[in-house]
């Protein structure tokens, strides 16, 4: 073992939950880190000098996976906060996050990112948050008030509280199409200029979409979703002509991207709307062939 | 200020260091080089880009640039520790060189270990596989191909 609780006031490792939430409290300018690979790496390129550090990696009900039950009956996946992006891959609890996940950065990140740290600060450029809001997953937090579980929908706009941290990500078992795609400069590790992740569940009816890079967080396409849900006949599983261009014109417009040394706010609109419309239609042709 | 020193203790190679007064932000490559002086551990980006630094924790791959040294619980093995004791090269070590993939040789370290991880994972790479899985290793002198080709052949044997 490295550590035991406290290193010292300034690196604070706690081995439980409840510790980490007195910890909370007690040093809150201390920065709370998962795996580190974001932190650290601000701070050597002096974006952070950070006075103190809380690590989550002593806890052990922060960790692993808990696969769930078969679509439609089954009962919801746990993905712990300090599960690494690797051990989520190899969890292959979605073709989704399959795709999203070996996008996600280099094999030697994936090893030490945690899946708390990928979404705890809502930063719109991170992979995991768009494909949960797909995913329809919900966010387990504790702090100093006591527990709660609320939807990504509501995480991703309200983020967490004052000496609060996640505990858990909740995935409801979900069958069907689901797909994540993305621009970004290079096919290889390094941030999305805008990325879109869709879900369609023909067992409960649903559409859920997430959208990266193009505001100032991850954004739910919940205008679009609803439209789509309304427009495809479930019985014979198609959507009727000029649907998936409406989708994508939905999703562009739910959107507020910023202007930055990556792309321009129209480029993000048009590639949300390109990349919306062409996921619908590589759903209908998967539809088609049966 | 005092408190922004920490002690702590480091299983490397098969070894226990225990490390005094190091800086609480201290990195784990800042350790391995600094303070152990294993220095094939190699120092670049610093922000987990080039994968230089990489070592293995627990057998898997980790940039050593952007751990905390402080949050470092597990195995560590540096190019010192996988390379054979006698001076000889191990099978993934001699396709490489076997393949040109040594230049200035500054990535190769990391390269190794990076590559000793994946090829235990994927014996017959393909090469997109091998394209995907040391996509954390980047060389500056552009042995790209012949990087490919000497994880191929050794992931072969």
């Known amino acids: ?290 | 200020m005092d408190d922004e020193r920490i002690n702590l203790s480091l299983r490397v190679n098969g070894a226990t260091h225990r490390i005094e007064d190091a800086w609480y932000f201290e990195t784990l490559l800042s350790v391995l080089r600094y303070r152990l002086a294993l220095t094939g551990t190699k120092q670049a980006c610093e922000t987990g880009s080039c994968g230089a630094c990489t070592v293995l924790l627990d057998g898997r791959p980790i940039n050593s640039c952007i751990a905390l040294a402080a949050d470092v619980d597990g195995d560590v093995t540096t190019i010192e520790g996988y390379s054979p004791a006698d001076g000889s090269l191990t099978p993934l070590q001699e396709a490489l060189l076997a393949a040109g993939d040594v230049q200035c040789g500054y990535c190769l370290p990391g390269m190794v270990l990076a590559g000793s991880a994946f090829i235990e994972e994927h014996p017959n790479a393909t090469e997109d596989e091998v394209r995907e899985g040391m996509c954390g290793n980047l060389c500056r002198c552009t042995a790209y191909l012949s990087m490919i080709e000497g994880i191929r052949e050794a992931s072969a044997r």
Do not use: K
Request: aromatic letters at 4%; proline letters at 7%; glycine letters at 12%.
């Open chain 1, 1 to 290: 073992m490295t550590v035991t609780s406290a290193m010292s006031g300034r690196v604070v490792r706690p081995t439980s939950l409840e510790e980490a939430i007195t910890a909370c409290t007690q040093r809150p300018d201390a920065r709370i880190m998962g795996g580190g690979t974001l932190v650290v790496a601000e701070r050597a390129l002096g974006i952070s000098t950070t006075p103190a550090y809380l690590l989550l990696s002593g806890i052990p009900e922060l960790h692993g996976v808990t696969p769930g039950g078969a679509a439609a009956t089954g009962g919801p996946s746990r993905i712990g906060a300090q599960t690494t992006l690797r051990a989520l891959l190899d969890a292959a609890l979605s073709p989704m996050l399959d795709v999203a996940l070996r996008s996600l950065a280099t094999p030697q990140i994936r090893n030490r990112a945690t899946v708390g740290g990928n979404i705890a600060e809502r930063r719109p450029a991170h992979t995991l948050a768009p494909c949960l809001l797909a995913l329809d997953a919900s966010v387990g937090s504790a702090g100093p008030d006591g527990t709660r579980r609320r939807s990504i929908r509501d995480f991703v706009a309200e983020g967490l509280g004052e000496g609060e941290i996640i505990v858990d990500v909740a995935l409801p078992a979900r069958g069907g199409f689901q797909r994540f795609v993305r621009v970004a400069p290079r096919n290889g590790p390094g941030y999305a200029i805008a990325s879109v992740a869709v879900s369609i569940d023909p067992t409960g009816r649903s559409v859920h979409s997430g959208i990266g890079g193009s505001g100032s967080t991850a954004l739910p396409g919940t205008a679009a979703d609803d439209f789509l849900a309304e427009a495809i006949d479930w019985a014979s599983g198609a959507a009727p002509a000029g649907a998936a261009e409406e989708y994508g014109r939905l999703l562009a417009a739910a959107c507020d991207p910023p202007t930055d040394d990556r792309a321009s706010a129209g480029y993000r609109r048009h590639a949300i709307a390109v990349m919306g419309r062409r996921l619908i239609e590589a759903w209908n042709e998967e539809q088609q062939r049966g």
